[in-house]
């Protein structure tokens, strides 16, 4: 069965500084990796999505993550934090096995971006 | 990626009540998806809506609790029936993005309050 962990409930950063929020899975082949975020009382926004290729993947708001198969990660990286990108984010899993596998969501991590 | 909208926005209901959560998408798709969050916590799927069909729910959730329609390809509503204050939730409907990969895009959320 596939699962997604984020080991980490909270991760605190100051702004300007470097950050990343982690993620872990387990999936049967080659999964499909997401990420997403969600702000205070609005829905989860797709920020990007990992299937094949280059092992780092760039998408919205300057964000990225790192693909790594021997460490089952998919860590979410932002070379500078804004106090904007406080928010809760979300790993989510997929795997490849056609439209009728799940998409399964991680526990979250809420990053809180002072000042 | 698919614009979706959720009516209502949030809702304080009574105790025994049903409340039927409606989601728009501005184009056609084969499956939608409704999502549970509990508060802070991470998505729970209730069930999977295709056009035409029953809805499939997931372990936990019965069709009795939570009637899904399905009418057309742009449009599903989700019914909370029988509410007790554990119901207290939002609610996220979402759709699935171009295949093959099928990230999912995520309506605003119903935030409902059962007193």
């Known amino acids: 069965a596939q699962s997604v962990a984020q080991p980490e409930d909270q991760v605190n950063v100051a702004e300007g500084n470097p950050l990343t929020v982690k993620c872990t899975y387990s999936?049967?082949?080659?999964?499909?990796l997401f990420w997403y975020v969600q702000y205070p009382n609005r829905g989860l926004q797709f920020l990007l999505k990992?299937?094949?290729?280059?092992?780092l993947v760039k998408g919205s708001y300057g964000f990225e993550a790192e693909f790594n198969k021997s460490q089952t990660s998919f860590h979410l990286k932002k070379p500078s934090a804004l106090v904007s990108d406080s928010a809760l984010y979300f790993c989510a899993v997929r795997a490849p096995s056609g439209s009728a596998s799940k998409i399964i969501f991680g526990s979250g991590t809420r990053l809180s971006i002072r000042p | 990626s698919a614009v979706i909208s959720q009516k209502p926005s949030r809702d304080i209901c009574q105790r025994g009540t049903s409340l039927t959560i409606q989601c728009q998408v501005d184009s056609q798709v084969t499956m939608m998806f409704w999502y549970r969050q509990q508060p802070g916590q991470s998505l729970t799927l209730i069930a999977t809506?295709?056009?035409?069909?029953?809805?499939?729910?997931e372990s936990g959730f019965v069709i009795d609790k939570f009637p899904i329609s399905r009418p057309n390809l742009t449009f599903s509503t989700l019914t909370v029936s029988n509410m007790s204050p554990e119901d207290s939730s939002i609610y996220l409907c979402?759709?699935?993005?171009?295949?093959?990969?099928?990230?999912?895009?995520f309506g605003p959320g119903t935030r409902l309050t059962v007193l």
């Open positions: 999936v049967s082949g080659n999964p499909y």
């Open positions: 979402s759709v699935e993005g171009v295949q093959p990969y099928n990230e999912q895009f």
């Open positions: 990992y299937i094949t290729g280059d092992n």
């Open positions: 809506a295709n056009q035409g069909s029953e809805a499939t729910y």
